[in-house]
């Protein structure tokens, strides 16, 4: 367990539905990002947010937001569902105070059919 | 924007064979990142270092700031380093904002 903890790990649904993906950071970590894995794009950076503000914006689509809560938890929401959004998302947080590096998620594999 | 290369792209060895996986990237970074996915997916952070060299077990990582290049050796390799090994760099200059911008990997594979 890499103390960073993504719900649920599968998740298939149709094209044009919402979905919201969970993730629970590390403990004491106050930063958590959002990736995008998929077969042609690779590893993408999708957003990071910092003790509940929005850090840093990615290849983020405008159907896709981000949040995060004051339990530091956070959910990635993803609407009007395309079957190019199928892919792995990973989330992972950081302590830059601890300095090192980040842990991540188990992720979450998204098929949309 | 940092743009990272990794070489190669694909790699089969022997048991016991020395690996070297090479990452470079375009702009001057506060720190580098090797990660390791085994299939199925999870993402496993190795090494973040920012200088010189770090070890831990069989893995040793090294970095030239002036060159822009890490390497990640792997010695006496074994089956169960068969994964893929990713090199990422910070795409965003300071100001807090910590994402990675990630090379395409090498997929590894060591055979018995």
């Known amino acids: ?113 | 924007k940092n743009e990272v290369e990794q070489s190669p792209q694909n790699l089969t060895a022997q048991e016991g064979e020395f690996i070297t996986i090479n990452c470079s990237y375009s702009v001057g970074i506060s720190a580098l990142h090797w990660l390791q996915q085994h299939p199925g997916g999870g993402i496993v952070s190795l090494f973040m270092l920012s200088s010189g060299k770090k070890k831990h077990g069989r893995l040793i990582a090294t970095i030239n700031i002036q060159e822009k290049h890490s390497s990640l050796h792997i010695t006496a390799s074994h089956p169960r380093d068969s994964a893929v090994y990713i090199c990422a760099a910070p795409l965003f200059q300071g100001g807090g904002a910590d994402g990675l911008t990630f090379g395409k990997g090498t997929h590894l594979i060591i055979q018995p």
């Open chain 1, 1 to 113: 367990d890499s103390g960073v903890t993504q719900t649920p790990k599968h998740l298939i649904t149709a094209t044009g539905q919402r979905v919201t993906l969970r993730c629970s950071p590390r403990s004491g970590d106050l930063s958590v990002y959002w990736y995008q894995q998929s077969l042609d794009q690779g590893l993408q950076f999708l957003i990071q947010y910092y003790n509940g503000e929005e850090r840093a914006k990615g290849n983020i689509l405008e159907r896709f937001s981000a949040q995060q809560f004051p339990d530091l938890h956070s959910e990635l929401n993803l609407s009007s569902l395309e079957l190019g959004d199928s892919a792995l998302y990973f989330c992972a947080s950081s302590d830059r105070d601890r300095g090192d590096g980040y842990t991540f998620g188990s992720g979450t594999r998204l098929t949309v059919v």
